[in-house]
């Protein structure tokens, strides 16, 4: 016998076989969506736990059905979004979807700014036509308006006054427009959770921010009319230098003015793109004016460029929309209007009256129109980089999950929760202490 050899066992015997390790257990035929069968995937939220799954941890994470964390399943879908990053189909669409599912509180919001701007507007255009047909019939009369009588005051006092007023009113339009801003922020956050939201209810949940979003609007005033005096100011020179014959004076303010037009252009849209969510941080996240600038400012960091393509996408679509609209409009009044010799210059000025303050007032609607779909996308973004950022998804889950929202195929019609306990006050992602992940977390990289 070979000393290598075992006793008992001939060299063309077979190894004794080792015992079978126990098979691991198949996952069940019905596992939810997103809990692994090997244990449950514990997400931190403010409001519990997430069985959603965690989009936005860490690429080395193992993902049980294989794959990257994220991908290679089907994404929830418990309202008017995928709870992923979205993509430019998903913003637009879901833009659509939120007036939709939220006609009442969209559209009234719509209204009640389109009313604050019908009303000023056509006001102040009536009392233009006022003023200028007084001027016309002094002149129809031999008599100079311009030549400083005191007759002629009360009516240039009119005019001036007209002009004011349409200042006033499209100061008033863009304060309401804020403001709409910070409404549908929080009726678009609460649809992605499959929630459904009443006009009352979303100036309730917003009503405590009105306030902060008026100081929002204010510091948009001031930093404009900084703007506004520095190109008064350089103007007025330039008028000077222009009078005095001072050519080299006239020239240095000439290019002042050029460098100080396109310098203000190009901070402005700069600053516009960056400050574009601020509305909606402080609605959401109930902050203050500059906290909310602050938000904006690090939620669109990385995000500019695609930010600014968009925008101009839905400034270019919403356009072309609201021309199709008001253009048509303008050419009926143009068509009807009196082009008969002997007709009056009243008869004339009251027939461009009516179908000015006609075209003044739908073209304030159509303006309230694609304003709210605006705020709706710009909401979207608010939602889509707190995703990338700070796996916002999880926090949409979970109020989903609160509410009972079940997913949604992607183009059926989504189930409205209201009955749900607590959900005619929720609001994703408004928790005081800020973001559900901790401090310095982010979502995948490449996002």
């Known amino acids: 016998m070979n000393e290598n050899e075992v006793p008992g066992q001939g060299p063309d015997q077979q190894p ?4 079978r390790q126990p098979q691991q257990p198949a996952p069940p035929a019905h596992q939810p969506w997103g809990q692994s069968p090997y244990g449950p995937a514990v997400s931190q939220s403010p409001y519990g736990q997430s069985p959603y799954g965690a989009y936005g941890q860490p690429a080395s994470q193992q993902n049980p059905y294989g794959g990257q964390p994220g991908y290679g399943m089907p994404s929830r879908r418990p309202g008017i979004i995928p709870l992923t990053p979205l993509a430019l189909g998903d913003l637009l669409s879901g833009s ?19 009313l604050i701007e019908i009303v000023v507007s056509v006001f102040a255009t009536n009392v233009l036509f006022d003023a200028t047909y007084s001027i016309i019939l002094m002149e129809e009369g031999g008599q100079d308006p311009f030549l400083g009588d005191p ?4 009516v240039f006092g009119q005019l001036f006054g007209s002009i004011a007023l349409l200042f006033l009113g499209a100061l008033l339009a863009a304060l309401a427009g804020i403001i709409a801003n910070g409404v549908l922020a929080v009726v678009v956050l609460r649809s ?5 939201t009443s006009l009352g209810q979303a100036w309730k949940l917003t009503g405590r921010q009105i306030w902060s979003l008026m100081g929002l609007a204010l510091v948009y005033l001031v930093a404009g009319a900084i703007v506004f005096v520095l ?3 350089v103007f007025v020179g330039l008028v000077i230098a222009a009078v005095s014959e001072d050519g080299g004076m006239a020239a240095l303010m000439g290019i002042l003015l050029f460098v100080l037009t396109v310098a203000s252009v190009v901070v402005s849209v700069w600053l516009y793109i960056k400050l574009v969510l601020a509305a909606a941080a402080s609605a959401v996240e109930l902050k203050g004016p500059f906290k909310a600038m602050g938000r904006s400012w690090s939620l669109t960091r990385g995000h500019w460029w695609r930010t600014l393509g968009i925008i101009l996408l839905v400034a270019v679509i919403v356009g072309v929309i609201a021309s199709i609209i008001t253009t048509p409009l303008s ?17 004339m000025m009251d027939s461009t009256r009516w179908w000015t303050l006609l075209s003044v007032a739908v073209s304030s609607l159509v303006n309230a129109l694609a304003l709210v779909y605006s705020s709706c996308l710009i909401a979207l973004l608010y939602i889509d980089y707190r995703i990338r950022h700070e796996s916002f998804d999880l926090d949409l889950a979970a109020a989903a999950e609160q509410a009972g929202a079940g997913d949604d195929e992607r183009f059926s019609t989504v189930r409205d929760v209201q009955a749900a306990t607590g959900t005619d006050q929720l609001v994703p992602g408004r928790h005081p202490s800020g ?13």
């Open 16 to 19: 004794a076989q080792q015992p």
């Open 96 to 114: 659509f979807a939120a007036i939709r599912r939220n006609a009442a509180a969209v559209l009234g919001t719509a209204l009640i700014v389109a």
């Open 151 to 154: 007759l002629t005051n009360p």
């Open 192 to 196: 992605a959770a499959g929630l459904k």
């Open 231 to 233: 190109f008064i100011g």
């Open 331 to 347: 050419m009926i009044g143009g068509v009807f209007a009196p082009l008969d010799p002997t007709t009056s210059m009243e008869e």
């Open 435 to 447: 973001p559900s992940t901790p401090a310095g977390a982010s979502g995948p990289a490449g996002h």
